[in-house]
T-cell receptor
Framework: KNEVEQSPQNLTAQEGEFITINCSYSVGISALHWLQQHPGGGIVSLFMLSSGKKKHGRLIATINIQEKHSSLHITASHPRDSAVYICAVSPISKLIFGTGTRLQVFP | DAMVIQNPRYQVTQFGKPVTLSCSQTLNHNVMYWYQQKSSQAPKLLFHYYDKDFNNEADTPDNFQSRRPNTSFCFLDIRSPGLGDAAMYLC????????????FGPGTRLTVT
């Protein structure tokens, strides 16, 4: 079993829909990261969380440390949100990556 | 703007011909990482430097080497590239005081012919 599990693996949505991606982990962590990667592109860090909730524009990330679970929400989704979203955790200095969620948003 | 820069963005090399990928950062971060990412897979950590201390992952092939001559620069050397080494190579940096939040470069896509 992977130490970081994401669901769903693939997600399609119509423009404007509310999207949720889930991440569960089984190790102790100092922080959880949500990353975005567009096709053929580099990785951009969206959020780093150690507790509670963070919001940036249309993106919201939450974490429940006791349940070892995090969610990434996208409100009013747009085709430019189409990308792979990766959950990663950092026990210390290294990242343990989830397998990613491929999101496609259609106009 | 402070950033992580990787050159070149695309690199083509021949089977067995040594190749060097470079990464530079203006963030003055202590830690620099090299990842290999193959299609539809998560990045795989090859090694990382904490200042000058080199940390190799146990399953990183000997074919992969790295150099960090100073804080700003880090190089990935592939001594004898094979077809299986074709991948995206990502450099990242972090600083302990930021809970090791990692800042990624745009990556170098390596093709081996």
């Amino acid at each position: 079993k992977n130490e970081v599990e994401q669901s769903p693996q693939n997600l399609t949505a119509q423009e404007g829909e509310f999207i949720t991606i889930n991440c569960s982990y089984s190790v102790g962590i100092s922080a959880l990261h949500w990353l975005q990667q567009h096709p053929g592109g580099g990785i951009v860090s969206l959020f780093m969380l150690s507790s509670g909730k963070k919001k940036h524009g249309r993106l919201i990330a939450t974490i429940n440390i006791q349940e070892k679970h995090s969610s990434l929400h996208i409100t009013a989704s747009h085709p430019r949100d189409s990308a792979v979203y990766i959950c990663a955790v950092s026990p210390i200095s290294k990242l343990i990556f989830g397998t990613g969620t491929r999101l496609q948003v259609f106009p | 703007d402070a950033m992580v820069i990787q050159n070149p963005r695309y690199q083509v090399t021949q089977f067995g011909k040594p190749v060097t990928l470079s990464c530079s950062q203006t963030l003055n971060h202590n830690v620099m990482y090299w990842y290999q990412q193959k299609s539809s897979q998560a990045p795989k950590l090859l090694f990382h430097y904490y200042d000058k201390d080199f940390n190799n992952e146990a399953d990183t092939p000997d074919n992969f080497q790295s150099r960090r001559p100073n804080t700003s620069f880090c190089f990935l050397d592939i001594r004898s590239p094979g077809l299986g080494d074709a991948a995206m190579y990502l450099c990242a940096t972090s600083r302990p005081g930021d809970s090791y939040e990692q800042y990624f470069g745009p990556g170098t896509r390596l093709t081996v012919t």
